[in-house]
Nanobody
């Protein structure tokens, strides 16, 4: 099993930046593809991005392409989400997830999840 702990959320003005971190423990980090999802009240949890175990393959939803970047440091067992040019519609609880398989869209649900970190973008 792998345990995931997110950090880095907060309140930021539109146009600003945040970097989320997700530290993994309890299992070999390179066994897992990593994901970021987000959720707002009343809506389903939404796939944002994923990255292969090596970091060589990444996938994003269209609404964040060119603004968000996922990357990982396997030596630190940590995955990051760099969010630039933030918009109010990016507001939500951001969840880190892990799975041995790499999904490339919201149709795939990873097995392991963190507790989430709140991101609020004010207009």
């Amino acid at each position: 099993q792998v345990q995931l702990v997110e950090s880095g959320g907060g309140l930021v003005q539109a146009g600003g930046s945040l970097r989320l971190s997700c530290a993994a423990s309890g299992s070999t980090f390179t066994r897992y593809a990593m994901y970021w999802f987000r959720q707002t009240p009343g809506k389903e949890r939404e796939f944002v991005t994923s990255i292969s175990w090596s970091g060589n393959s990444t996938y994003y939803i269209d609404s964040v392409k060119g603004r968000f970047t996922i990357f990982r440091d396997n030596a630190k067992s940590t995955v990051y989400l760099q969010m630039n040019s933030l918009k109010p519609e990016d507001t939500g609880v951001y969840y880190c997830a892990a799975d041995p398989s790499l999904g490339t869209s919201g149709s795939y649900r990873p097995y392991y999840w963190g507790q989430g970190t709140q991101v609020t973008v004010s207009s």
